[in-house]
T-cell receptor, first 115, second 116 residues
């Protein structure tokens, strides 16, 4: 089944404790992206990757890191999480971004709470 | 910079009536426009897109949207609403003329509630 998977789905952690949220897709998609969803703010793009080893900042990259060493994986790293990073996070992928016409497929989401 | 506005936080409509969820955008070049839907406790699902061509685009579940360049709008419509259409709807835009080549910007979302 074609899908985007995220792990973990739920995470409660403490301020300053490094964490990684994994994202994997099995559709051979070139483009992958991370978003956070907060009430009243919609989805905001954190980072995106147009292909392996090509990443760039979205609208809210502060406090986050990403890497794209393989086509299928795009982990989101929080080196020192803070309470304002408590949010619902979504990973998404699309076939290509070169033409920009392709819709994105979203993962199920990761609910992160930082205390 | 590209931006999207969904002016209504909530839209309420009776089942069987037509529905409209509004979206306006701002870009420097030509827009690629998308609508996504999020059901409770689920990820987002693609509904439809406008890239070029006919201003009226049709998508999943009987939804359609009309691209209006002069009004910079891309409103989502459905002729006859169903209770099962109740969900959170997001409009999104990519600016083909911008410098942020890979960015996709979403609106804040509109909660659609269809009453029986």
């Amino acid at each position: 089944e074609a899908q985007v998977t995220q792990n973990p789905r739920y995470l409660i952690t403490v301020t300053g404790k490094k964490l990684t949220v994994t994202c994997s897709q099995n559709m051979n998609h070139e483009y992958m992206s991370w978003y956070r969803q907060d009430p009243g703010l919609g989805l905001r793009q954190i980072y995106y990757s147009m292909n392996v080893e090509v990443t760039d900042k979205g609208d809210v990259p502060e406090g986050y890191k990403v890497s794209r060493k393989e086509k299928r994986n795009f982990p989101l790293i929080l080196e020192s999480p803070s309470p304002n990073q408590t949010s619902l996070y979504f990973c998404a992928s699309s076939l290509s971004w070169t033409s920009g016409t392709y819709e994105q497929y979203f993962g199920p989401g990761t609910r992160l709470t930082v205390t | 910079a590209q931006s999207v506005a969904q002016p209504e936080d909530q839209v309420n409509v009776a089942e069987g009536n037509p529905l409209t969820v509004k979206c306006t955008y701002s870009v420097s070049g030509n827009p690629y426009l998308f609508w996504y839907v999020q059901y409770p406790n689920r990820g987002l699902q693609f509904l439809l897109k406008y890239i070029t061509g006919d201003n009226l685009v049709k998508g999943s579940y009987g939804f359609e949207a009309e691209f209006n360049k002069s009004q910079t709008s891309f409103h989502l419509k459905k002729p006859s609403a169903l209770v099962s259409d109740s969900a959170l709807y997001f409009c999104a835009v990519r600016d083909t003329g911008g410098t942020s080549y890979g960015k996709l910007t979403f609106g804040q979302g509109t909660i659609l509630t269809v009453h029986p």
